[in-house]
T-cell receptor, first 114, second 114 residues
Framework: GENVEQHPSTLSVQEGDSAVIKCTYS??????FPWYKQELGKRPQLIID?????GEKKDQRIAVTLNKTAKHFSLHITETQPEDSAVYFC?????????????FGAGTILRVKS | ETGVTQTPRHLVMGMTNKKSLKCEQH?????MYWYKQSAKKPLELMFV???????ENNSVPSRFSPECPNSSHLFLHLHTLQPEDSALYLC?????????????FGNGTRLTVT
């Protein structure tokens, strides 16, 4: 199928703690995995992405890991801050007969408590 | 400031009305998309245009009609909508189609069908 499963649906952490969001996909040919952050009332914005030729990518407090064998990838946010509170979406490229398309997870609501 | 501009930001329409959503991108991208975002559901891809050619129509009801006159502009024409069509409609663009490059989203049109 074309599903991308995302967990948890909601996550509350204390400021300064780490947050981890996990996604699984079903298409072994998937090769592109972006993460988007959507603040309340705003548009989704790309925060980090990874391609299937690497296993991990970091950008300051944000990192993404990819396990191709298990078909799952995770977003890690360290030293969380209140401004990290938002909805986070993972996505995976799914191969189709006429090209790839991005399929999104259902989102994780992250609340960082100060 | 986003390179993808959507108008209007909010739209309330009756089930017998005809209206259009507009999207314009200033990023020089070749692919444009319409997504539907409903509460607690994954982003749903509706239409894809790559170099002005429609490459995907995800079984969207005919009451939604896209138009892409050039690679910078995208419209979504609406008529005889149903209350369940109420949602946030997001336009996006990417440098190339195929689901392997980052999406840049507009701020969306919040549609309410009464």
């Amino acid at each position: 199928g074309e599903n991308v499963e995302q967990h948890p649906s909601t996550l509350s952490v204390q400021e300064g703690d780490s947050a981890v969001i996990k996604c699984t996909y079903s298409d072994s040919a998937s090769n592109y995995f972006p993460w988007y952050k959507q603040e309340l009332g705003k548009r989704p914005q790309l925060i980090i992405d990874i391609r299937s030729n690497v296993g991990e990518k970091k950008d300051q407090r944000i990192a993404v890991t990819l396990n191709k064998t298990a078909k799952h990838f995770s977003l890690h946010i360290t030293e969380t801050q209140p401004e990290d509170s938002a909805v986070y979406f993972c996505a995976a490229s799914i191969s189709q007969e006429y090209g790839n398309k991005l399929v999104f997870g259902a989102g994780t609501i992250l609340r960082v408590k100060s | 400031e986003t390179g993808v501009t959507q108008t209007p930001r909010h739209l309330v329409m009756g089930m017998t009305n005809k209206k259009s959503l507009k999207c314009e991108q200033h990023l020089g991208h070749n692919a444009m998309y319409w997504y539907k975002q409903s509460a607690k559901k994954p982003l749903e891809l509706m239409f894809v245009y790559n170099f002005k050619e429609q490459t995907e129509n995800n079984s969207v009801p005919s009451r939604f009609s896209p138009e892409c006159p050039n690679s910078s502009h995208l419209f979504l024409h609406l008529h005889t909508l149903q209350p369940e069509d109420s949602a946030l409609y997001l336009c996006a663009s990417s440098s190339q189609g195929g689901g392997n490059s980052p999406l840049h989203f507009g701020n969306g049109t919040r549609l309410t069908v009464t």
